[in-house]
């Protein structure tokens, strides 16, 4: 068995065993999500908000109050508008038996500053490559930035319509990150039915110096979920990479990745804890890694 597929039993596992342990904590009320709408003797003792930062939460809580309340998920980049610290590690498996480790994995804060708006700060990722030939170091930071244009929440429609614009900056160690800086228009949608719900992601990734070279590659990604209970969120994506030009050109890449997420489990207040694991698997002949495993960790607040 491959060890990265060891790895991926051993997370799965451990998140199951504390799934059935928090299970009779999930049939009693819901933890409240820490950014959807505060409770009506809350709103009568907030402060009077004068100010940007002083009326931070107040906003960003009425905010996530009008769209559904699904999980962002493993790899899907949720329509949402969140507010976290979120912490990936994947472990990616080459043609050649080799591992790739990527802590970070493209992921940091996340914040809402606005009623419709959304910021997230990509922190650079330390990549490790178990190859004496290969440089270890860090990739390239990014932001990106959302734009929610319809929603509903569960009351209401049970939808999201979002546009993201992303932009990476070249500021990856050795061969670690790209040679230029990659922009990525993205239309993000979603809809829910009950305890089920469907998020996606269509963009391409456009350089911003010798685009036709380097390729504009298209992504589009799906997620459908279940919520069984009031803590497990199982999910099964699709992530789709077609190549339209560059070095790959025709190519198509689509992985397969099942994963399960537990949460929102409260730690204040405020804060809580959502923790999870997929396993990525290819489908198609053509394909850059296989067998990848991927462990999150967020803070919701």
Not at 210 to 230: E, M
Request: aromatic share 12%; hydrophobic share 40%.
């Amino acid at each position: 068995m491959r060890a990265s597929a060891r790895r991926f039993i051993f997370v799965a596992g451990f998140a199951v065993l504390f799934g059935r342990s928090a299970f009779a904590q999930s049939q009693a009320a819901e933890p409240p999500d820490a950014g959807l709408a505060a409770s009506a003797a809350e709103q009568q003792g907030a402060r009077d908000c004068n100010g940007f930062f002083s009326c931070w939460f107040e906003r960003s809580d009425k905010a996530k109050a009008t769209q559904p309340r699904w999980m962002t998920p493993l790899v899907t980049v949720t329509p949402r508008l969140e507010q976290e610290f979120r912490y990936d590690i994947a472990w990616q498996g080459a043609a050649d038996g080799t591992t790739t480790v990527n802590y970070g994995f493209n992921k940091g804060i996340e914040l809402i500053p606005t009623s419709n708006t959304e910021v997230i700060l990509i922190a650079p990722p330390y990549i490790v490559h178990h190859e004496p030939a290969v440089h270890d170091g860090s990739g390239d930071a990014g932001i990106l930035v959302k734009f929610r244009m319809l929603s509903g929440d569960e009351q209401h429609g049970n939808y999201i319509v979002t546009f993201f614009y992303q932009m990476s900056f070249p500021s990856g160690s050795y061969s670690n990150g790209a040679a230029h800086a990659v922009i990525t228009p993205t239309l993000a949608y979603g809809k829910g039915w009950g305890r089920w719900d469907v998020q996606g992601t269509l963009g391409s990734g456009i350089p911003v110096v010798s685009a036709a070279t380097l390729g504009t590659p298209v992504n589009w990604n799906n997620a459908v979920q279940w919520h069984p209970s009031k803590l497990l969120w199982p999910e099964l994506e699709a992530n789709t990479t077609f190549f339209p030009n560059g070095k790959n050109s025709g190519q198509e890449q689509v992985f397969l990745t099942p994963g399960l997420i537990l949460g929102r489990f409260p730690l204040s207040k405020r804060f809580r804890l959502v923790f999870g694991a997929g396993y990525q698997i290819a489908v198609t002949h053509f394909h850059t890694n296989n067998h990848n495993v991927i462990l999150t960790v967020r803070f919701p607040f």
